[in-house]
């Protein structure tokens, strides 16, 4: 069965570090979503692609948070400089395509975040 | 704007029945979906319902949705061990982005 891959699934890192996250759609899907889950909450969208292009941005905290889909397959979202509040789990997602019709979103195991 | 509650924490006994519940704000949405979480993992859909549905039954799983007072709920009928995990309810509102609201989470606890 396809599924969404993500690594790290765990990261450390000191505050003022620089972390990236990488996640791998399953194939063939054209929309990816990266979530931050804070403990104890719910997933929040941060970021959506439709293939290489970025639809919606409005949560992602530009300063710091960057996210790229070169080739419209792979992702990777980098935080920089990492802040304490930055530690969660961050949740990548993928679906065949985001319209009006229901479309399933798949989520990945995650990357849990800690920041020291 | 748009918001989902949920309860924070259920705990039953096995064997019996499970509902979880949820409201939400938005009356333009189109889907409202159950996720379940198990620790330290990925989200797994469990049943979504369209908006113009009010029941949708699938196995254990019974969705009841009141689109008048934006309730939704979700039973499990004889409740295992194995269902223990956090349930998120989650709608898609009116955007065609196919932006997710999710709730903050029920904890259901089966007791053996």
């Known amino acids: 069965e396809a599924e969404v891959a993500q690594s790290p699934r765990y990261k450390i890192t000191e505050k003022s570090q620089a972390v990236a996250f990488w996640c791998d759609p399953i194939?063939?899907?054209?929309?990816l979503y990266w979530y931050r889950q804070i403990l104890g909450q719910g997933p929040e969208l941060l970021v959506q692609?439709?293939?290489?292009?970025?639809?919606?941005d409005s949560q992602l905290p530009k300063d710091r948070f960057s996210a790229e889909r070169l080739k419209g397959v792979d992702s990777t979202l980098k935080i920089q400089p990492a802040e304490l509040g930055d530690s969660a789990m961050y949740l990548c997602?993928?679906?065949?395509?985001?319209?009006?019709?229901?479309?399933?979103?798949?989520f990945g195991p995650g990357t849990r975040l800690l920041v020291l | 704007g748009e918001d989902v509650e949920q309860s924070l924490f259920l705990s039953v006994r096995e064997g019996d029945s499970s509902v979880i519940n949820c409201t939400y704000t938005?009356?333009?949405?189109?889907?409202l979906y159950w996720y379940k979480q198990e620790p330290g993992a990925g989200l797994q859909l469990l049943t979504y319902?369209?908006?113009?549905?009010d029941m949708k039954q699938d196995q254990r799983l019974t969705v009841l949705l009141n689109k008048k007072d934006k309730h939704l709920s979700l039973r499990i009928a004889d409740t295992q061990t194995g269902d223990s995990a956090i349930y998120f309810c989650?709608?898609?509102?009116?955007?065609?982005?196919?932006?997710?609201?999710f709730g903050q989470g029920t904890t259901l606890q089966v007791k053996p």
């Open positions: 997602a993928s679906s065949l395509r985001a319209a009006r019709t229901q479309e399933t979103q798949y």
């Open positions: 194939s063939g899907h054209a929309t």
């Open positions: 692609f439709q293939d290489e292009s970025v639809v919606d």
């Open positions: 938005d009356s333009s949405s189109t889907y």
């Open positions: 319902i369209f908006s113009n549905m």
């Open positions: 989650a709608e898609r509102g009116s955007s065609n982005t196919g932006k997710l609201i």
